[in-house]
């Protein structure tokens, strides 16, 4: 059985690239609400285990449940749903550059729309007032219109929070989303994504490269070394010791 009660459960998830084994026996349950940091060195299986969450990698072994379902027994069209609940930010933003601010917007919709809709909504944007209070949240209310490559990058990982306002997920995955911006626009972006789980009650599994915000904005920490689990505690009990250890 599951823990009907958890967003995610990984029971016993090992995953190899070839015959290299990037994570190795994980059990881990994460519950509605927290904001969970996973820490470690570059290699120590943060993004694989991040796209085990969200069904892009299936597990070599062991079972990976969302949502209260095993992600490996689902037909396609069953996964789709489920990842529809399940929104994700990437260091390097993933929108489409050449277009204007609103189609990547929108393109949070695009679990839900037909594909008609999606293409008509390309040349008369659809859902503009959905677009434009998202924008708002995120504090760029005026480049509804901009081309997205006028952004800075603080603004265009706005525009990615923005979108995954829109798709309304259930838990948010962030793979290291502050890692190619400047300390005040990464406090920036950290603020407001703690900020909008919790006043919308979602669920955040973020890695991380800074332990100070880490530190400051989650209140469980995960570290890995060498695709294992080192600790897992809630923030305040992890000691300096422990984090220099990870590192070492
Ligand atoms: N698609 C892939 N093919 C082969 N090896 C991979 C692949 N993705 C990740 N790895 C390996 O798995 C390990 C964990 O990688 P990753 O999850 O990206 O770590 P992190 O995000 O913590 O830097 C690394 O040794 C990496 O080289
Ligand atoms: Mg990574």
């Not at 990984?10 to 059990?27: C, G, M, Q, R, S």
């Not at 924008?135 to 219109?145: H, S």
């Not at 920036?188 to 919790?198: A, G, N, P, T, V």
């Amino acid at each position: 059985m599951n823990d009907s009660q958890a967003i995610f459960e990984l029971k016993k998830v090992t995953h190899y690239f070839d015959n290299f084994p990037a994570l190795t026996e994980i059990n881990l349950k994460i519950y509605p609400g927290e904001k969970v940091a996973l820490i470690g060195s570059s290699g120590a299986g943060k993004s694989t285990l991040l796209r085990l969450l969200n069904g892009i990698e299936r597990p070599t072994e062991g079972e990976v449940w969302a949502l209260g379902r095993n992600l490996s027994n689902l037909s396609a069209k069953r996964l789709r749903q489920i990842q529809r609940q399940i929104g994700t930010i990437y260091q390097q933003f993933h929108l489409v550059d050449n277009l204007r601010v609103i189609h990547n917007v929108n393109a949070g919709h695009l679990g839900h729309w037909s594909f008609a809709k999606a293409a008509i909504s390309l040349i008369f944007p659809l859902e503009v007032e959905t677009a434009a209070k998202a924008l708002t949240k995120v504090g760029i209310p005026e480049k509804l219109y901009v081309r997205t490559d006028r952004l800075s990058g603080g603004q265009q990982q706005r525009v990615a929070i923005a979108r995954v306002l829109v798709q309304n997920p259930v838990v948010i995955l962030a793979d290291e989303p502050i890692s190619s911006l400047d300390p005040e626009r990464s406090r920036e972006i950290m603020d407001l994504l703690k900020e909008m789980c919790e006043t919308e009650g979602k669920t955040l599994v973020i890695s991380l490269h800074s332990i100070e915000f880490a530190r400051s904005h989650c209140d469980r920490l995960i570290g890995l070394r060498q695709g294992k689990i080192v600790f897992d505690a809630p923030t305040d009990v992890v000691f300096e010791s422990a984090i220099a250890d990870l590192y070492r």
